[in-house]
Protein backbone atom coordinates (compact mmCIF):
# COMPACT_ATOMS: atom_id res chain seq x y z
CA UNK A 1 0.00 0.00 0.00
CA UNK A 2 1.23 3.58 -1.15
CA UNK A 3 1.93 5.66 2.15
CA UNK A 4 -0.27 9.35 1.43
CA UNK A 5 2.45 11.66 0.43
CA UNK A 6 5.23 9.64 -0.32
CA UNK A 7 7.15 8.70 -2.90
CA UNK A 8 7.36 5.14 -1.60
CA UNK A 9 6.10 1.41 -1.26
CA UNK A 10 6.31 -0.26 1.87
CA UNK A 11 6.08 -4.66 0.68
CA UNK A 12 3.31 -6.02 2.23
CA UNK A 13 4.60 -9.21 4.88
CA UNK A 14 5.18 -12.17 3.14
CA UNK A 15 5.30 -11.64 -0.32
CA UNK A 16 8.68 -12.51 -1.92
CA UNK A 17 10.46 -9.24 -3.23
CA UNK A 18 10.81 -10.08 -6.29
CA UNK A 19 7.61 -9.97 -6.96
CA UNK A 20 6.87 -6.73 -4.95
CA UNK A 21 9.84 -5.11 -7.50
CA UNK A 22 7.90 -6.53 -10.52
CA UNK A 23 4.39 -4.88 -10.00
CA UNK A 24 5.94 -2.01 -8.81
CA UNK A 25 7.47 -1.33 -11.80
CA UNK A 26 4.28 -1.98 -13.97
CA UNK A 27 1.62 -0.33 -11.91
CA UNK A 28 3.40 2.13 -10.04
CA UNK A 29 5.53 4.09 -12.91
CA UNK A 30 5.49 7.87 -12.80
CA UNK A 31 5.78 9.65 -16.14
CA UNK A 32 8.74 9.33 -17.30
CA UNK A 33 9.83 10.02 -20.98
CA UNK A 34 13.14 8.69 -20.50
CA UNK A 35 12.84 5.75 -21.86
CA UNK A 36 15.76 2.51 -21.17
CA UNK A 37 15.59 0.31 -25.01
CA UNK A 38 15.89 -3.64 -24.85
CA UNK A 39 18.90 -5.34 -24.98
CA UNK A 40 18.70 -9.31 -25.63
CA UNK A 41 21.10 -11.14 -23.77
CA UNK A 42 23.86 -13.33 -26.50
CA UNK A 43 25.62 -17.04 -25.50
CA UNK A 44 28.45 -15.72 -23.24
CA UNK A 45 27.64 -12.20 -22.51
CA UNK A 46 27.74 -10.85 -19.16
CA UNK A 47 26.62 -8.23 -17.14
CA UNK A 48 29.96 -6.43 -17.15
CA UNK A 49 30.79 -7.00 -20.71
CA UNK A 50 27.20 -5.63 -21.74
CA UNK A 51 27.88 -2.14 -19.21
CA UNK A 52 31.06 -1.65 -20.96
CA UNK A 53 29.89 -2.16 -24.78
CA UNK A 54 26.63 0.43 -24.02
CA UNK A 55 28.47 2.95 -21.32
CA UNK A 56 32.32 2.69 -21.72
CA UNK A 57 32.80 1.46 -17.87
CA UNK A 58 32.72 -1.83 -15.83
CA UNK A 59 31.45 -0.63 -13.58
CA UNK A 60 27.85 0.65 -14.37
CA UNK A 61 27.05 -3.33 -14.32
CA UNK A 62 25.07 -2.28 -10.79
CA UNK A 63 23.06 0.20 -13.10
CA UNK A 64 21.86 -2.52 -15.21
CA UNK A 65 21.45 -4.87 -11.63
CA UNK A 66 19.34 -2.81 -10.25
CA UNK A 67 17.15 -1.68 -13.30
CA UNK A 68 15.97 -5.12 -14.07
CA UNK A 69 15.67 -6.45 -10.32
CA UNK A 70 18.91 -9.00 -10.56
CA UNK A 71 19.72 -8.47 -7.18
CA UNK A 72 16.20 -9.25 -5.99
CA UNK A 73 16.02 -12.42 -3.07
CA UNK A 74 19.00 -13.96 -3.79
CA UNK A 75 19.77 -12.42 -7.03
CA UNK A 76 19.23 -13.38 -10.25
CA UNK A 77 21.66 -14.60 -13.72
CA UNK A 78 21.33 -13.61 -16.63
CA UNK A 79 21.18 -16.41 -19.63
CA UNK A 80 20.76 -16.02 -23.07
CA UNK A 81 17.87 -14.91 -24.76
CA UNK A 82 16.74 -12.84 -21.51
CA UNK A 83 15.77 -9.26 -22.70
CA UNK A 84 17.32 -6.65 -20.30
CA UNK A 85 16.33 -2.73 -19.69
CA UNK A 86 19.08 -0.92 -20.80
CA UNK A 87 18.72 2.64 -19.01
CA UNK A 88 19.52 5.85 -20.92
CA UNK A 89 18.53 9.62 -20.31
CA UNK A 90 15.69 10.96 -22.43
CA UNK A 91 15.63 14.31 -24.66
CA UNK A 92 12.99 17.00 -24.17
CA UNK A 93 12.42 19.75 -26.77
CA UNK A 94 10.76 23.12 -24.61
CA UNK A 95 7.28 24.59 -25.91
CA UNK A 96 6.51 28.05 -24.94
CA UNK A 97 5.21 28.46 -21.87
CA UNK A 98 7.06 25.13 -20.11
CA UNK A 99 8.57 25.89 -16.71
CA UNK A 100 10.86 23.43 -14.89
CA UNK A 101 7.92 23.01 -12.54
CA UNK A 102 5.45 21.90 -15.74
CA UNK A 103 8.30 19.91 -16.84
CA UNK A 104 9.04 18.00 -13.98
CA UNK A 105 5.37 17.43 -13.20
CA UNK A 106 5.09 15.78 -16.94
CA UNK A 107 8.73 14.20 -17.49
CA UNK A 108 9.37 13.03 -13.89
CA UNK A 109 6.71 12.78 -12.38
CA UNK A 110 6.03 15.61 -9.83
CA UNK A 111 6.45 19.42 -9.82
CA UNK A 112 8.66 19.13 -6.83
CA UNK A 113 11.40 17.54 -8.97
CA UNK A 114 12.02 20.72 -10.59
CA UNK A 115 15.24 21.49 -9.07
CA UNK A 116 16.78 18.36 -10.08
CA UNK A 117 15.35 18.53 -13.20
CA UNK A 118 17.08 22.20 -13.53
CA UNK A 119 20.54 20.58 -12.03
CA UNK A 120 20.17 17.81 -14.15
CA UNK A 121 20.88 20.18 -17.42
CA UNK A 122 23.37 22.96 -15.54
CA UNK A 123 20.77 25.37 -15.23
CA UNK A 124 19.26 27.22 -12.32
CA UNK A 125 15.87 26.44 -10.99
CA UNK A 126 14.70 30.05 -10.70
CA UNK A 127 15.98 30.40 -14.18
CA UNK A 128 13.02 28.75 -16.92
CA UNK A 129 14.25 27.09 -19.83
CA UNK A 130 13.93 29.00 -22.99
CA UNK A 131 11.73 28.07 -26.04
CA UNK A 132 12.96 25.17 -28.37
CA UNK A 133 15.92 24.69 -25.50
CA UNK A 134 16.42 20.74 -25.99
CA UNK A 135 16.88 19.37 -22.18
CA UNK A 136 18.34 16.09 -20.36
CA UNK A 137 15.35 14.35 -18.81
CA UNK A 138 16.61 12.12 -16.11
CA UNK A 139 16.21 8.31 -15.77
CA UNK A 140 14.25 7.54 -12.94
CA UNK A 141 16.38 4.09 -11.59
CA UNK A 142 13.49 2.36 -9.15
CA UNK A 143 15.78 0.37 -6.12
CA UNK A 144 14.15 -1.63 -4.05
CA UNK A 145 16.42 -1.05 -0.18
CA UNK A 146 18.15 -4.32 1.13
CA UNK A 147 18.93 -4.80 4.84
CA UNK A 148 21.13 -1.93 5.91
CA UNK A 149 20.33 0.61 3.14
CA UNK A 150 19.99 4.42 3.96
CA UNK A 151 19.57 7.41 1.42
CA UNK A 152 23.33 8.05 2.36
CA UNK A 153 24.59 4.44 0.88
CA UNK A 154 21.90 4.86 -1.80
CA UNK A 155 22.97 7.83 -3.21
CA UNK A 156 26.96 7.11 -2.65
CA UNK A 157 26.20 4.03 -4.57
CA UNK A 158 24.28 5.30 -7.79
CA UNK A 159 25.32 9.15 -7.46
CA UNK A 160 28.36 8.84 -6.39
CA UNK A 161 27.90 11.60 -3.63
CA UNK A 162 26.82 10.65 -0.16
CA UNK A 163 25.52 14.51 -0.05
CA UNK A 164 23.13 13.70 -2.23
CA UNK A 165 21.17 12.29 0.46
CA UNK A 166 19.09 15.08 0.84
CA UNK A 167 18.18 14.77 -2.97
CA UNK A 168 17.01 11.37 -2.82
CA UNK A 169 15.16 12.14 0.43
CA UNK A 170 13.40 15.31 -1.07
CA UNK A 171 12.89 13.80 -4.87
CA UNK A 172 11.16 10.43 -3.00
CA UNK A 173 9.00 12.96 -0.44
CA UNK A 174 10.33 10.82 2.58
CA UNK A 175 10.05 13.23 4.80
CA UNK A 176 13.55 12.26 6.51
CA UNK A 177 12.44 9.26 6.97
CA UNK A 178 15.45 6.16 6.79
CA UNK A 179 14.01 3.28 4.56
CA UNK A 180 13.22 0.14 5.50
CA UNK A 181 13.74 -3.28 3.35
CA UNK A 182 11.94 -3.46 0.75
CA UNK A 183 11.04 0.20 0.27
CA UNK A 184 11.24 1.86 -3.22
CA UNK A 185 12.89 4.86 -4.16
CA UNK A 186 13.34 6.69 -7.00
CA UNK A 187 16.89 7.69 -8.18
CA UNK A 188 17.30 10.17 -11.02
CA UNK A 189 19.86 8.83 -13.47
CA UNK A 190 21.96 11.64 -15.75
CA UNK A 191 25.60 10.34 -15.68
CA UNK A 192 24.37 7.67 -18.71
CA UNK A 193 26.07 8.48 -21.87
CA UNK A 194 26.04 5.56 -24.22
CA UNK A 195 29.08 4.71 -26.45
CA UNK A 196 28.92 4.89 -29.76
CA UNK A 197 28.07 1.19 -30.25
CA UNK A 198 25.49 2.15 -27.32
CA UNK A 199 23.88 4.86 -29.72
CA UNK A 200 23.87 2.14 -32.11
CA UNK A 201 21.87 -0.11 -30.13
CA UNK A 202 19.43 2.04 -28.90
CA UNK A 203 18.61 3.69 -32.20
CA UNK A 204 18.05 0.18 -33.36
CA UNK A 205 15.89 -0.47 -30.92
CA UNK A 206 14.15 2.69 -31.61
CA UNK A 207 15.01 4.15 -28.04
CA UNK A 208 16.26 7.91 -29.60
CA UNK A 209 13.20 8.38 -32.16
CA UNK A 210 11.41 8.19 -28.73
CA UNK A 211 13.96 10.57 -27.56
CA UNK A 212 13.38 13.06 -30.03
CA UNK A 213 16.63 14.63 -30.98
CA UNK A 214 18.77 12.29 -28.59
CA UNK A 215 20.52 14.53 -27.59
CA UNK A 216 21.81 16.64 -30.87
CA UNK A 217 20.13 19.34 -30.49
CA UNK A 218 21.10 19.32 -26.63
CA UNK A 219 24.90 19.55 -27.65
CA UNK A 220 24.39 21.75 -30.36
CA UNK A 221 23.10 24.20 -28.21
CA UNK A 222 25.02 23.46 -25.77
CA UNK A 223 28.14 24.31 -27.66
CA UNK A 224 25.94 27.75 -29.52
CA UNK A 225 26.34 29.08 -25.68
CA UNK A 226 29.97 28.96 -25.40
CA UNK A 227 30.36 30.46 -29.15
CA UNK A 228 27.82 33.65 -28.60
CA UNK A 229 30.10 36.21 -26.74
CA UNK A 230 32.65 35.27 -29.11
CA UNK A 231 30.28 36.26 -31.64
CA UNK A 232 29.73 39.04 -30.12
CA UNK A 233 33.32 40.26 -29.66
CA UNK A 234 34.05 39.35 -32.92
CA UNK A 235 31.44 42.01 -33.75
CA UNK A 236 32.28 44.21 -31.38
CA UNK A 237 36.28 44.86 -32.62
CA UNK A 238 35.41 44.64 -36.45
CA UNK A 239 36.00 41.30 -37.35
CA UNK A 240 33.08 41.44 -39.02
CA UNK A 241 33.81 38.49 -41.76
CA UNK A 242 34.65 36.31 -39.06
CA UNK A 243 31.86 36.91 -37.51
CA UNK A 244 30.01 36.16 -39.99
CA UNK A 245 31.40 32.90 -41.15
CA UNK A 246 30.78 31.69 -36.75
CA UNK A 247 27.32 32.84 -36.73
CA UNK A 248 26.48 30.82 -40.57
CA UNK A 249 28.82 27.60 -38.55
CA UNK A 250 26.06 27.77 -35.65
CA UNK A 251 22.76 27.99 -37.94
CA UNK A 252 24.28 25.17 -39.55
CA UNK A 253 25.43 22.97 -36.44
CA UNK A 254 21.85 21.72 -34.96
CA UNK A 255 18.09 23.09 -33.58
CA UNK A 256 18.67 25.91 -31.95
CA UNK A 257 16.70 27.34 -28.81
CA UNK A 258 14.69 31.17 -30.51
CA UNK A 259 17.18 33.25 -27.57
CA UNK A 260 19.81 31.78 -28.79
CA UNK A 261 18.33 32.33 -32.79
CA UNK A 262 18.07 35.62 -32.43
CA UNK A 263 21.23 36.56 -30.58
CA UNK A 264 22.81 35.03 -33.70
CA UNK A 265 21.05 37.00 -36.27
CA UNK A 266 21.34 40.52 -34.29
CA UNK A 267 25.38 39.60 -34.79
CA UNK A 268 24.29 38.92 -38.66
CA UNK A 269 22.43 41.96 -39.14
CA UNK A 270 25.10 44.36 -37.16
CA UNK A 271 28.22 42.73 -39.30
CA UNK A 272 26.07 42.75 -42.69
CA UNK A 273 25.09 46.58 -42.30
CA UNK A 274 29.04 47.07 -41.22
CA UNK A 275 29.77 45.35 -44.63
CA UNK A 276 27.39 46.95 -46.53
CA UNK A 277 25.62 43.80 -47.71
CA UNK A 278 21.92 45.80 -47.33
CA UNK A 279 19.76 42.71 -48.41
CA UNK A 280 21.43 40.16 -46.12
CA UNK A 281 20.98 42.42 -44.07
CA UNK A 282 17.70 43.09 -44.40
CA UNK A 283 17.28 39.00 -44.40
CA UNK A 284 18.55 38.55 -41.20
CA UNK A 285 16.66 40.83 -39.47
CA UNK A 286 13.52 39.09 -40.90
CA UNK A 287 14.97 35.93 -39.40
CA UNK A 288 15.70 37.92 -35.91
CA UNK A 289 12.34 39.06 -35.94
CA UNK A 290 10.96 35.43 -36.19
CA UNK A 291 13.07 34.61 -33.53
CA UNK A 292 12.00 37.38 -31.05
CA UNK A 293 8.39 38.92 -32.49
CA UNK A 294 8.49 41.36 -29.63
CA UNK A 295 11.93 42.83 -30.55
CA UNK A 296 11.92 47.11 -30.55
CA UNK A 297 14.33 48.31 -32.31
CA UNK A 298 15.71 51.67 -30.30
CA UNK A 299 17.53 54.33 -32.55
CA UNK A 300 19.28 55.51 -29.17
CA UNK A 301 20.87 51.98 -29.16
CA UNK A 302 20.78 51.02 -32.78
CA UNK A 303 22.22 52.86 -35.85
CA UNK A 304 20.37 54.59 -37.98
CA UNK A 305 21.31 51.83 -40.79
CA UNK A 306 20.46 48.32 -38.11
CA UNK A 307 16.59 50.61 -37.78
CA UNK A 308 16.56 51.04 -41.74
CA UNK A 309 17.51 47.45 -42.53
CA UNK A 310 14.78 45.89 -40.53
CA UNK A 311 12.60 48.67 -41.80
CA UNK A 312 13.46 47.55 -45.07
CA UNK A 313 13.08 43.93 -44.16
CA UNK A 314 9.05 44.37 -43.28
CA UNK A 315 8.67 44.89 -46.83
CA UNK A 316 9.83 41.39 -47.38
CA UNK A 317 7.93 39.81 -44.44
CA UNK A 318 4.38 41.01 -45.17
CA UNK A 319 3.20 38.14 -43.50
CA UNK A 320 4.73 39.29 -39.99
CA UNK A 321 4.29 42.80 -38.21
CA UNK A 322 7.22 45.11 -38.29
CA UNK A 323 9.18 45.27 -35.77
CA UNK A 324 8.40 48.26 -33.34
CA UNK A 325 10.24 51.59 -33.55
CA UNK A 326 10.87 53.63 -30.71
CA UNK A 327 10.33 57.22 -31.40
CA UNK A 328 13.17 59.32 -30.45
CA UNK A 329 13.43 61.58 -27.37
CA UNK A 330 10.06 62.81 -26.02
CA UNK A 331 8.13 59.89 -27.06
CA UNK A 332 10.51 57.68 -24.93
CA UNK A 333 8.07 58.88 -21.52
CA UNK A 334 5.45 56.21 -22.47
CA UNK A 335 3.88 54.79 -19.59
CA UNK A 336 5.14 51.60 -20.16
CA UNK A 337 8.36 51.24 -21.99
CA UNK A 338 9.12 48.24 -24.39
CA UNK A 339 11.80 45.80 -24.34
CA UNK A 340 14.63 47.25 -26.01
CA UNK A 341 16.77 45.40 -28.50
CA UNK A 342 20.35 44.13 -26.87
CA UNK A 343 23.12 47.14 -27.78
CA UNK A 344 25.35 46.11 -30.90
CA UNK A 345 24.42 48.35 -33.55
CA UNK A 346 26.75 49.65 -36.60
Not at 6 to 34: E, K, N, Y
Not at 40 to 47: C, D, F, I, Q, Y
Not at 159 to 173: E, F, P, S, V
Not at 267 to 272: D, G, M, P, Q, S
Request: hydrophobic share 40%; charged share 20%; proline share 7%.
Amino acid sequence: MLRKGHGRQRRPWGIPLACVAAALALTLAPARHADAFPHVVRSGETLAQIAERVYGRVEMEQILVAANSLDAGRGLSIVPGMRLEIPSVGHHRVAAGETWTSLADTLLGHPERSDVLAFANEAKPWIQPTEGQEIRVPYNLRYVAGPGDSTLTVAYRFLGQRDKAWMLDRYNRLGGESLQRGDVVLVPLTELELTTEGKALAASAGALVRSEGAGRAREAQRRAETELPQLAADVRTGRYVDAVARASRMLGSGELSRTQLAQIHQRLVEAYVALDAQGLAETSCLAWREADPALVLDPIELSPKIVRACTSASTLGAAAPPPAVIPSASASAAPSAPRRAPVGGR
